[in-house]
C-alpha cells in the first residue's frame, strides 16, 4: 500500500515536471521568437547560426569600409570637376583677353578673377575627406599642393578590401594631375597652377603672346583632368558593384540564419497554449491522484 502511493506521487510528480519543462521552453519561444536558446536544443543548427553571425559581421564590415571608401572617390569626383570648371573659365577668359579689342585695363580686371581661380585649384587639389587629402597617395596627412603648384605628395595606391583576398583601388595617382611627365616638359608643358600663374601674369602686363601661350597648356591640362573624371568614375562603379554584390551576399546569410534561429510565430504559438492546457490537465488530474479519499485511507 505504502509503495504504491509512493510510486503513484512519483509518477504524478514526473508528470508536473515535466508539463512545467514543455510550458517553460514553449515561453521560452513565444517570447524570444528564437528556436535555439541554449546549444542542448540544436548543437549542429547553433553551429551554423555562429558560422552565419561571422560571415554577416565581416560583410558587413566590408560594406563600412566600402561606404567610407565611396565617400573618398566623391570628393575626388567633386574634387576634379571643380578644377575642370575652373580650367573651362579660365580658357573662356584668355580667348577674350587675347583678343585685340581688350586693353589693359580690361585685362587687368580679368587678371583678378584668374588670381580667383588659382586660388580655387590650389583649394580643391588639396581637397580631403576624414581628414585624409585625397590626391596625396600615401603621404594623405599633409597637403600635396604648395601655394606655387609643386607636388608634395607621392603615387601610392589605397586600396580597400571588398571581400575576403579581393580588393580594389580608392584613390589616383594624382601626381601626373598636376605635374607634366619628364616627356611632356620637353614638349613645353608646365605644372597646372604654373599655367594659370602665367595666364594671370599676361593679362596683369597686358602681354598678349603669354595669354595666347597659356591657352595651349590650359587645354593639355583639360585632357588630363577629363582623363583622370573617367578614371576615378570607372573606379567608383567598379566599388560600387562590388558593395552591391556583398550587400546581396549579407543578405542571403541574414535569411539563412532567420531560418535556424527565428521561430515561426504560429508554430511556437500554438505549441504554448497547448503547452499550458497540458500544464493544466496535469495539474488537476495529479490534484485528484493525490487526494487519497477516506474510504482509501481505512483499507
Do not use: C
Not at 508536473?16 to 528564437?34: C, E, F, G, P, R
Not at 601674369?201 to 591657352?215: F, L, P, T, V, W
Not at 568614375?233 to 550587400?247: C, E, F, H, I
Request: aromatic content about 6%; hydrophobic content about 35%; glycine content about 6%.
Amino acid at each position: 500500500m505504502r509503495v504504491s502511493e509512493n510510486q503513484r506521487y512519483r509518477q504524478a510528480n514526473d508528470k508536473i515536471a515535466k508539463a512545467k519543462s514543455d510550458n517553460a521552453k514553449a515561453l521560452d519561444a513565444v517570447s524570444t521568437m528564437k528556436n535555439i536558446h541554449r546549444i542542448s536544443d540544436d548543437p549542429t543548427g547553433l553551429s551554423r547560426a555562429i558560422r552565419y553571425r561571422d560571415q554577416i559581421a565581416s560583410l558587413d564590415q566590408h560594406v563600412k569600409n566600402m561606404e567610407l571608401s565611396k565617400g573618398f572617390m566623391e570628393t575626388t569626383e567633386q574634387a576634379l570637376s571643380g578644377i575642370t570648371d575652373n580650367i573651362v573659365r579660365a580658357k573662356e577668359l584668355a580667348i577674350g583677353m587675347a583678343n585685340d579689342t581688350n586693353n589693359a585695363a580690361s585685362r587687368d580686371a580679368a587678371s583678378k578673377e584668374i588670381r580667383q581661380i588659382i586660388d580655387d585649384v590650389l583649394l580643391l587639389g588639396n581637397s580631403s575627406y576624414n581628414s585624409r587629402f585625397v590626391f596625396a597617395g600615401f603621404r594623405n596627412e599633409t597637403p600635396p599642393l604648395t601655394e606655387d603648384g609643386n607636388f608634395t605628395g607621392d603615387d601610392g595606391q589605397i586600396f580597400v578590401e571588398v571581400s575576403p583576398g579581393t580588393f580594389k583601388p580608392i584613390n589616383l595617382m594624382a601626381k601626373g594631375l598636376f605635374v607634366p611627365s619628364e616627356a611632356d616638359r620637353l614638349k613645353g608643358h608646365e605644372n597646372m597652377i604654373s599655367v594659370l600663374q602665367n595666364l594671370y601674369d599676361g593679362m596683369a602686363e597686358n602681354d598678349k603672346s603669354k595669354i595666347q601661350d597659356s591657352m595651349a597648356k590650359l587645354d593639355f591640362h583639360m585632357d588630363k583632368v577629363t582623363s583622370y573624371q573617367a578614371t576615378i568614375g570607372g573606379m567608383w562603379n567598379s566599388l560600387n558593384n562590388a558593395q552591391t554584390r556583398v550587400l546581396r551576399d549579407s543578405d542571403a546569410a541574414k535569411v539563412t540564419l532567420s531560418g535556424i534561429e527565428d521561430a515561426d510565430a504560429f508554430k511556437v504559438t500554438s505549441e504554448f497554449k497547448q503547452a499550458e492546457t497540458t500544464l493544466q490537465g496535469t495539474l488537476l488530474a495529479s490534484n485528484k491522484v493525490l487526494q487519497p479519499s477516506l474510504l482509501n485511507f481505512l483499507q
